[in-house]
């Protein structure tokens, strides 16, 4: 069930597609979250707010921003254990239960019959499975993870507060996870984005997709001449100067912002980071393209990174289906569906949010992008209410785009998720002409794809409408999911046909 705290600022809440989060158990993992509602919530499922709370570190901004780091070349960054070690101040370490001396040497030993994971390639270590660790052991630490018979399994980052006590680096036992490891996995996921984009422009893109890219906890965003990191994890804590250093050298780009202040640190024990890493702040929005469109990035106060990359494709689909047809974006967030149905010829559209910031970067969009301003009616509300109080006043839509914030960070709570998805799509469905088209998405790590189509179905049958699914949809490209790494496939998205 998603929170109903007040909200904080609109435009800053943490990411969807940065990286999954801990649930507990395997096949479970939380998505990162989406989207922040800047009205007061009025619905059970509106999610996501951020609490106001007194400033944590590096959460207060400009005022508290430390100074830039230095900008050494590539390759200096000798000792990145020493040095980026995060602040042992905010929590320290608690040392788990099964905490023993193992005569220093850097390991983690599962229970009997708890490698099969491993073994499989999933990388992640629940505590639950872990007999023993050495006591000597701090955040971020790189471990040897071995099975209870002492078969290596994985090199993995250690991270005592959370769930997750180990995310595997690497599974060969004679790889060395230093600044080089990072420089040569960065390298491989620029080159995955070259082979996929090709001589496409790639300068709003995901370069990094944590798990995917073999980077638990590891996200880079690149927005023009911008970099923007999201790091998770205390391994990737610990490496962010190897891992900046990386990005700077593999991508040219002089400036990287950290945006670490998704929820899910609050699982790994970490306090928000936001502040400049290399180069200048950034000064405003960065100008982005995407499908032949151009958006105003705020990488500083944007939700996630600063914008959904991930809804590329699924964008460009609505874009060719939108001619002469009335559109209902719900959720719009900075208009990105809204610009591609505008883009598409849409007839007319209507653009719902929340939130008044986001409205106001949409309606920006419209004049940025020499788009048909009488053709779009932006409305601050409650998707929940409004979408029932358009039946009553009898309003009709040949496409309808469904793109909710998260609603279930996990499986133990898809329950509450499930009704909020049926609600709002059930709605949807009675809204719609018949031949309307339904986008649906879910973002929610803890409903999978599957018992997404189920809740869909039974709004269909609620809703009394025929229905069939002509598409399927996920996160662009740029957003990989590993087979060993399931659960990295958090937006799941369907196309389906009413009537
Ligand atoms: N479709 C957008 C991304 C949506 S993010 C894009 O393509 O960029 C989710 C959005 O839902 C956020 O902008 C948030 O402000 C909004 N939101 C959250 N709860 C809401 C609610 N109950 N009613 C209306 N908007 C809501």
Request: hydrophobic residues 40%; charged residues 25%; proline residues 8%.
């Amino acid at each position: 069930m998603p929170s109903s705290k007040p909200p904080s600022k609109p435009g800053r809440s943490p990411a969807r597609g940065s990286a999954p989060s801990q649930s507990g158990k395997p096949g479970q993992a939380a998505s990162p979250s989406r989207a922040t509602p800047s009205a007061k919530p009025s619905s059970p499922y509106q999610t996501s707010a951020r609490p106001s709370r007194p400033a944590r570190p590096a959460e207060g901004r400009a005022a508290e921003r430390p100074a830039p780091r230095d900008t050494r070349p590539f390759g200096q960054t000798e000792e990145p254990v020493a040095e980026a070690r995060p602040p042992r101040e905010h929590k320290p370490p608690k040392v788990p239960k099964a905490a023993r001396n193992l005569g220093g040497s850097a390991q983690l030993v599962l229970k009997p019959e708890r490698e099969k994971s491993l073994q499989r390639r999933h990388p992640w270590v629940f505590s639950g499975a872990v007999d023993l660790v050495e006591d000597t052991l701090v955040s971020g630490d790189t471990v040897a993870i071995r099975s209870a018979q002492g078969g290596f399994l994985g090199w993995g980052a250690y991270s005592p507060n959370s769930q997750i006590l180990a995310r595997v680096w690497d599974f060969h036992e004679g790889t060395r996870i230093d600044a080089e490891f990072f420089a040569e996995r960065i390298r491989k996921a620029a080159a995955r984005r070259d082979r996929v984009f090709g001589s496409e422009p790639t300068h709003a893109v995901r370069l990094v997709h944590g798990e995917a890219d073999g980077l638990p906890g590891v996200v880079v965003d690149r927005f023009a001449d911008q970099g923007v990191l999201q790091l998770t994890t205390a391994g990737a804590w610990r490496w962010r100067d190897a891992i900046a250093d990386a990005v700077a050298h593999v991508t040219g780009l002089e400036k990287l912002y950290e945006r670490s202040d998704a929820d899910v640190l609050e699982l790994e024990g970490l306090p928000h980071r936001v502040e400049v890493v290399r180069g200048e702040a950034p000064s405003g929005p960065v100008t982005i393209e995407e499908n032949d469109l151009r958006f105003q990035v705020d990488v500083r106060e944007g939700h996630k990174t600063g914008f959904y990359l991930d809804q590329r494709d699924s964008r460009a689909l609505l874009r060719d289906l939108s001619e002469n047809r009335e559109v209902l974006d719900c959720f719009c967030y900075t208009g990105g569906f809204t610009m591609s149905a505008l883009a598409g010829g849409a007839s007319y559209v209507t653009a719902v949010d929340s939130s008044k910031d986001a409205l106001a970067a949409a309606r920006r969009h419209v004049t940025l992008n020499e788009l048909p301003e009488a053709r779009v009616d932006f409305v601050e509300a409650d998707v929940f209410a409004l979408l029932r109080k358009m039946r009553d006043q009898g309003r009709r839509f040949d496409v309808i785009v469904l793109d909710p914030p998260k609603f279930a960070p996990t499986a133990a709570l898809a329950q509450n998720a499930a009704r909020g998805y049926k609600d709002i799509n059930l709605w949807a469905m009675k809204l719609l002409r018949p031949g309307g088209l339904l986008f649906t998405f879910s973002c929610s790590g803890g409903v999978s794809r599957d018992l997404f189509q189920k809740i869909v179905a039974g709004a269909a049958v609620d809703a009394g409408v025929d229905a069939r699914v002509l598409h399927h949809m996920s996160a662009a490209t740029d957003h990989p999911v590993s087979l060993s790494f399931p659960e990295g496939e958090y937006l799941k998205g369907l196309l389906v046909e009413i009537g």
